[in-house]
């Protein structure tokens, strides 16, 4: 049947509140006040925490009177009620998020503390596309580049040139534009705009070097903007200013850095004092960019109907700077009375003054600056005239006849070229100009569907501006004659923008425009940058920039503001825009070409959570993107270039070795996914060659009481044996259950790890729960790895209390694991005094690496001492190999055969052959082995377990009482009765039992010892000779493992061999091959 479902409106208990009025107590606990927060979750569920279940389990009715004070309202969950706590009601997962509100960061709420007023939080931003993302996008766009330095471009680079600049540098942010939609639909994207895109997207170290270059791109712009305000100023509006007043360049550079110094002060103190007044008056600098606009196409119009009365004065085909002088001729027109142009070139007014040969020699004409939309000067203006800095304009189409000693005295008086110009040089200097694409991006939390609006807005935005600079390009070369194009300053039209006497109706409109336009621009460079620093700052990812998270208690982000105006001040004493321009378009290009990386890489990936609502992008147009983007930077400047990569790339090494460890379900971890998985099916396909053979470690770890590490030198000795490359699993055991283990397990890896990394070895981790150690071992022996990246050797300590430990555990399991190793076809390495093996920061100096090669094992002991020396602990040590003859060996032939044998193997070391001579089992062997066996029959009689132990107490309990009973009843004088026994099985193993231990207490010290443990203890006593007499003060020794014996008979026997084998010795290490050759002579 049906559920009905009623909605109760419920008072949400305000948060921290402990008292209230009397009726607040008897009020259930709302679901909405347990999942509020975090802190509400622990407020609330702690009074009642220990015990809950006990009593819910104990009571029979679902609301017991002892449950009514914490009991949820309604019953109708009731079945998930004990999950709450872990996984809240949908209802309030989205009631927490219809309330989450992302506005820009700090902005607002500095606003709020000027006005000393608290805004009401507004859930629903009310921005739509055309004023959220279009119009900030136009902003940034269009700026100083336009108004200062495009018509020089065209000029140069000829329409042609320039309608191919500023189509790739639009194509660029095209593409760009359109990844950044797809990654910016995919989810919300908080205060921090591309650097959120780019890390959550790529991961923290991508993230971070990415947001920082993008951090000095926005601050640079910042000093472009301020250098392109005291340019306008000191040029077009009050020349008189200067300061330093001087003609030469020194000069110039001089009163732009002192202006642009101030300005940047003064703009400082605006962005701290008052960022509402930037954020009011954002539109009106936007009108005053519309105007500019909208006055130049007004113009070339007007051109079609009047030209513009602006002439430009020729002397020869050179152009001249006609500030100083009206007419251009050299006498007046009743040729009686000489010009001011004619006093520039000579030293007199007189008819008899010496004159500049050139002035003398060629004629001067006058052309019209702005020849018209149909002059057909378009012709002129299709090619490139590039030029060596400090050479003259010329008009290549007039004449004009060279002094035969030319001179440099007058050149001051003609338009000169202030740089080398090249097509390369143009691009870095206009990209600027089609950056800002990211200004939607960024004010998503104030969108009213920033999924729709971030896509159509900023492609509108590119597109429009996009069709502005290539029609500007057209229009430029078609209307303004060439000569005047390439006059950046405006010198030879009476220091008036090129642009601005194309305007209509007067230059002062593209002045007073063009000037608001870059202050407000520079207040927004100086307004976003230090939040983007904060942002970064905040995430944690670059400790060393912790001190710029924080700010003013509004959120102001102080610190980052004075730095942002430190490193704006570089730009601004760098005093050129043409030299400040490169700099920013290395930093937005490496910001723009890790949008399209970012983007590809979801999008290849697949990812679940890639589900960008913007459908119009492809993988190839992100990598289309990429690509020229890094084209782009390295046609701007080759050497700008690597240093931005490199500035980058130690960001990025940085965050990798010293930065927080973040995790963002970036894609650059599902590549490196992709990647192992891509590799492992590969190793997979064909077996392992001998010459790619290298350890891969399991590191059998024991932990102690407290979970820590109990020998972390063996952490140590196996970061010295693989240095960093391989595979590399340190596991450990915990005896139990996993469900009653789990929280030390989970422990027991953190130490692990914390040991791995103090110790520097660089692997895996595991902590496994089984019923035993044994188990566990044979667990990870078994499933340890993956596919192809599976361990091929075993490292694990000698058990050292191997005798002292009760019930011989330690010695089974140690067995134990020498036989999985051996059928798993896997070498073994155990170490003997492993705490007295040298630690990471230890250095020999001196000693050898002893191997004693008894039995071939594929290589592996001459293998291991090659990649010890290669560590810089053991890096001074020398390698000598012994090896034993037997009667019937020729000992000089083997030391020449294994000469050669390790030649051709590439190793160096010393070759010693060792005779070992039958001789007859001296009297301490055959005690030695006698002991040994008594001391395993005691270890046997000894080995009751609790239940047998139990039984014969049980036992001996019931012969005492009957025997009791029968003293009594024959005291008692009473007839002896026929007793009836009845036999259990277990009651006759123990009299069996019995009588064996007294026979075995009996035998014992009359038994002979068994021949093959004779035989076995004579071995290893004069092999033990041997080795302690050769290697006694080497460094470290290498044994091969003989095998455990395959009846577990003499399993009690085989830990006392090797121990004999190893008495004597410190460092020792018994090696046990895996059953394949891991070395070759063959290349």
């Avoid at 919300?188 to 920082?212: D, H, K, N, Q, T």
């Avoid at 006497?501 to 307004?527: D, H, K, R």
Wanted: aromatic letters at 8%; a neutral charge; hydrophobic letters at 40%.
């Amino acid at each position: 049947m049906p559920t009905n479902f009623t909605v109760v409106p419920v008072d949400d208990v305000k948060e921290g509140s402990n008292g209230g009025a009397p009726e607040e107590e008897s009020k259930p606990i709302s679901l909405r006040k347990i999942f509020q927060d975090k802190k509400g979750v622990d407020n609330v569920q702690e009074p009642h925490s220990e015990g809950e279940d006990d009593q819910k389990e104990s009571s029979p009715f679902i609301n017991g009177e002892q449950d009514k004070e914490y009991s949820y309202e309604g019953k109708n969950m009731a079945l998930f009620e004990e999950e709450m706590d872990s996984t809240p009601m949908v209802a309030s997962l989205l009631n927490k998020l219809a309330k989450y509100t992302n506005l820009t960061q700090g902005v607002r709420e500095h606003e709020e503390a000027e006005d000393g007023v608290r805004r009401v939080a507004v859930t629903v931003p009310q921005m739509g596309t055309f004023i959220g993302v279009y119009l900030p996008c136009m902003q940034n766009i269009i700026g100083v580049i336009l108004f200062l330095r495009l018509t020089w471009i065209v000029g140069t680079a000829g329409i042609l040139g320039s309608l191919a600049i500023v189509s790739m540098c639009c194509i660029c942010t095209l593409l760009t534009a359109i990844s950044m939609s797809a990654i910016a639909t995919n989810g919300v994207v908080p205060a921090g705009g591309s650097y959120y895109m780019i890390s959550r997207s790529l991961g923290p170290e991508f993230g971070g070097a990415v947001g920082l270059c993008f951090y000095l791109g926005t601050t640079f712009a910042g000093s472009l903007y301020i250098l392109g305000t005291i340019e306008i100023l000191l040029t077009y509006i009050v020349p008189t200013a200067t300061v330093f007043k001087d003609n030469g360049d020194a000069a110039k550079l001089n009163n732009m850095r002192l202006y642009g110094t101030c300005c940047l002060v003064l703009m400082a103190l605006v962005v701290f004092v008052g960022v509402k007044y930037v954020n009011k008056l954002a539109l009106v600098f936007l009108s005053c960019v519309v105007l500019s606009i909208m006055a130049t196409y007004a113009g070339v119009i007007k051109t079609l109907i009047e030209p513009p009365e602006f002439n430009v004065c020729l002397l020869g085909n050179r152009s001249l700077k006609n500030e100083m002088f009206d007419t251009c001729t050299k006498r007046e027109e009743d040729q009686t009375v000489f010009t001011n142009l004619r006093d520039l070139f000579c030293n007199s007014k007189y008819p008899n003054a010496t004159c500049d040969e050139y002035y003398s020699l060629n004629n001067l004409t006058e052309i019209r600056a702005i020849p018209g939309l149909l002059s057909g000067v378009i012709r002129d203006n299709l090619w490139d005239n590039y030029g060596l800095a400090d050479t003259m304009i010329e008009k290549k189409d007039l004449p004009s006849i060279s002094p035969l000693v030319s001179s440099t005295d007058k050149d001051e008086h003609y338009v000169l070229r202030d740089i080398t110009t090249y097509f390369t040089l143009l691009v870095g200097i206009y990209f600027p100009s089609v950056t800002g694409i990211m200004a939607g991006s960024n004010r998503s939390g104030d969108l009213r569907d920033a999924q729709r609006s971030i896509p159509i807005g900023t492609i509108l935005a590119i597109l429009t501006t996009s069709f502005i600079y290539i029609s500007f390009v057209v229009l430029f070369g078609a209307c303004i004659e060439g000569v005047v194009l390439r006059d950046k300053f405006g010198d030879s039209v009476k220091k008036n923008p090129v642009i601005g006497i194309l305007a209509w109706p007067s230059p002062w409109v593209i002045v007073i425009g063009s000037f608001f336009s870059c202050c407000g621009a520079g207040l927004q460079s100086l307004t976003g940058a230090p939040r983007l620093l904060q942002a970064i700052a905040r995430d944690g990812i670059i400790p060393f920039l912790q001190v710029f998270g924080h700010g003013k208690a509004n959120g102001e982000p102080t610190w980052a503001l004075l730095l942002t105006v430190g490193i704006c001040e570089i730009g601004i004493l760098i005093a050129s825009l043409d030299n400040v321009a490169p700099i920013l378009s290395m930093f937005f290009l490496m910001c723009y070409l890790f949008v399209n990386l970012a983007c590809a890489v979801q999008t290849l990936l697949r990812t679940p959570n890639w589900r960008p609502r913007f459908k119009f992008y492809h993988w190839t147009l992100s990598f289309l993107g990429m690509s020229l983007c890094l084209s782009l930077m390295f046609v701007s400047s080759w050497y700008y270039a690597l240093v931005a990569i490199m500035i980058a790339g130690c960001i990025y090494k940085y965050i990798e070795y010293r930065g927080a460890v973040k995790e963002w379900g970036d894609g650059i971890r599902g590549l490196s996914l992709n990647a192992a998985r891509y590799a492992l099916i590969r190793l997979e396909e064909s077996p392992l060659h001998t010459k790619n053979w290298r350890p891969q470690l399991l590191v059998l770890c024991k932990l102690d009481s407290d979970l820590a590490v109990k020998h972390p030198r063996l952490l140590s000795f196996t970061t010295q044996l693989k240095a960093g490359k391989g595979l590399t699993i340190v596991c450990s055991v915990l005896e139990g259950t996993f469900m009653t283990c789990k929280k030390d397990a989970k422990t027991g890896e953190e130490n692990l790890k914390a040991a791995m990394s103090a110790e520097r070895t660089k692997g895996f981790s595991h902590v496994v729960v089984a019923s035993n150690l044994r188990d566990g071992f044979s667990i990870l022996i078994q499933s340890a790895g993956l596919g192809g990246m599976k361990h091929n050797a075993v490292l694990m300590a000698w058990p050292a209390g191997w005798k002292q430990a009760r019930g011989s555990l330690a010695r089974r399991n140690f067995i134990e694991t020498v036989r999985e190793t051996t059928a798993a076809q896997q070498a073994l390495l155990v170490a003997k005094n492993i705490d007295h093996f040298p630690n990471n920061q230890e250095r020999l100096k001196e000693g050898t690496i002893d191997v004693w090669w008894i039995v071939h094992d594929g290589g592996l002991l001459m293998l291991l001492p090659f990649l010890l020396t290669q560590h810089k602990v053991w890096r001074k040590c020398n390698m000598r190999i012994f090896t034993v003859a037997q009667m019937d060996d020729n000992s000089i032939q083997m030391k020449k055969d294994l000469q050669m044998f390790l030649y051709h193997l590439r190793l160096d070391a010393v070759v010693e052959v060792v005779e070992m001579h039958d001789s007859d089992i001296s009297a301490f062997t055959y005690e030695k082995t006698l002991v040994m066996e008594q001391r395993s029959q005691m270890l046997k009689q000894m080995q009751l377990s609790r239940t047998e132990r139990e039984r014969e107490a049980q036992l001996i309990h019931d012969r005492n009482t009957a025997s009791h009973s029968a003293t009594n009843e024959k005291a008692a004088g009473s007839p002896p009765d026929r007793v009836h026994m009845t036999w259990t099985k277990d009651k006759l193993l123990n009299e069996r039992n019995k009588q064996r231990e007294g026979m075995a207490v009996k035998d014992m010290f009359n038994m002979r010892p068994n021949q093959s443990n004779v035989r076995r203890m004579h071995t290893a006593v004069k092999l033990n000779e041997v080795v302690v007499k050769k290697s006694r003060n080497s460094q470290l020794v290498l044994l091969n493992m003989p095998g455990p014996p395959k009846s577990k008979k003499g399993d009690e026997n085989y830990m006392e061999f090797l121990e004999v084998l190893m008495e004597g010795l410190d460092r020792v290490l018994l090696v046990r091959g895996g059953g394949r050759e891991v070395v070759t002579i063959y290349s």
